[in-house]
């Protein structure tokens, strides 16, 4: 994903930053934090050295547990932690973390409203070759559907060292979704990320892309394109799934003749899904969900995969010429 | 706000008597609510008052209390039994055990620790407590803080995977400032925990995954007492009691019956049940 190409006009001051994956501004930033903070403990479910906890783990061994491959264990433990005041993060591969660990998320990180931060890594396709059954595309469909947790999908490294920060900081069950592969730098630098404030690049007058995650840069190509040929287009990084900033959406909807929501993710259950629930109810004009369509993944790279699955700067561009009829 | 407000009680007599007072509310609150379980809560009665009243650090006035010794009922359907010792305990007035199961209520059919505060974790979906419980005793290990963690587990709780994912955990983090204990009742829901799925040999099991297991009878207050005394001066590992009790223990046409898991007493038996547990 590293190698894709930007139009000239889209690469930004931050754009021209070497790419980097989310894993590795989490496993930095959590290092920062707990050198700042005694109160931060980190387990595992012997994914360390992916996750990047491995880190602080390194350096504060004590504070750290390996759970083995245990991942429902690693939950309930990480609530016990929680309720003696610690704040513990818990990391693993997310379709292990909220697929495999779903009932004691339930239980005992939400219905027991305890402060416990859930960062995976490894979401959605581009965790390419190992194949579909490490692929999570219908974890963020898993956690918005409970009450009580937060669900936060960064968009580049610089988004998940603030996200990180910022639910370090805040009291209640948090999903924080993280890629394996390296993403281009789309945030500016100054970026400060509050909990479901989603970030406005521009608005358009024809359409409005709100995307999340890796989709987020590719919005901003397709935006490009389509202002180019007289479609003038918004993008807006809807980092915060749950809760969803509803004012941004209602004001970028009434004077949108369509929106697009683009994710790494099914089209059931996750920011679509969430966007068209909203919509609805509150501004119905015309939506079209970029995802993966109710389909599991396969073995290929991140971009071959991409491509096959339609999360591309042209399928978005076709997308919207296609609902504009254009 | 640190000082308990209990003196802790070590004389059986008393033990005896609270454990027949939180019986009798146990079956009245079952008959008002109508729905409930009977048979788990009357088996791991014993045990848990033993824990509470001559173990327990707590301050029902300051259920936050950071130096507090935790209770965990990972066998989340026993609520009854919770109830009743908190209400025994000083954490609510003993009228509000007629609100059991009633729309909102703070005594939820499962215990939820959101709606009453002195339940350290909510439960009910079972297999959980015990990884929460390690979670808890491994916080107070690294605040050098000396509270001690209780958990109570159902034998038939045993068969769910996560348990044992715990097990090892609590051995290999060489927790011991944590007493589990198996109220081995040999029943579950569909029959016997031996012909539904056999978790034999049980003391093996636990020995083999690391713990310091001790077998009681989970209704003689002497042996509780010494188990519970053993657990606190074993360091470097968890301790198991498996306490060998009797399902629906107390009152006699209850007892090893697999139908009152989950059903309550008439007023009827009700009647006939006070009498039992009074004269026992």
Known sequence: MGERKENTEAI???????PKATREAYGETLLELGRRRKDIVVLDADLSGSTKTSKFAKEFPERFFNMGVAEQDMIGTAAGLSLTGKVPFASTFAV???GRAWDQIRLTVCYSNTNVKLV???GGITVGEDGASHQALEDIALMRALPNMTVIVPADATETSSVINAIADYKGPVYVRLGRSNVPHVMPEDYNFKIGKAFV???????????AGIMVNIAKQAAEILGKEGIDTGVINMSTIKPLDENVLL?????SKVIITAEEHSVIGGLGGAVCEFLSENCPVPVRRIGINDSFGCSGNSDELLKLHGL???NIVKTVKSALKR | MSATTKSKINDIHELRNIAKSVRLKILHMLTNAGSGHTGGSLSAADVAVAIYFSKMNFNPRDPFWKDRDRFILSKGHAAPLLYSIMAEAGYFPKETLDNLRQIESPLQGHPCCKRLNGVEVSTGSLGQGLSVANGIALGLRLDNNPARVYCIMGDGETQEGQVWEAAMTAAHYRIDNLCAVIDKNGLQIDGPVSKVMNIEPVADKWSAFGWHVIDID???????LKALNEAEKIKGKPTMIIANTTKGKGVSFFENKVEYHGITPTRDELSKAVVEINNG
């Open chain 1, 12 to 18: 930004s001051k931050t754009a021209e930053k070497k």
């Open chain 1, 96 to 98: 292990f973390e909220t």
């Open chain 1, 120 to 122: 995976a890594t490894h």
């Open chain 1, 201 to 211: 690049f521009n608005t358009g007058k024809d359409a409005n892309i709100i995307a």
């Open chain 1, 251 to 255: 004001s970028v909807a009434k004077q």
């Open chain 1, 312 to 314: 591309t700067a042209d």
């Open chain 2, 218 to 224: 989970g209704h003689n207050m002497e042996q509780i």
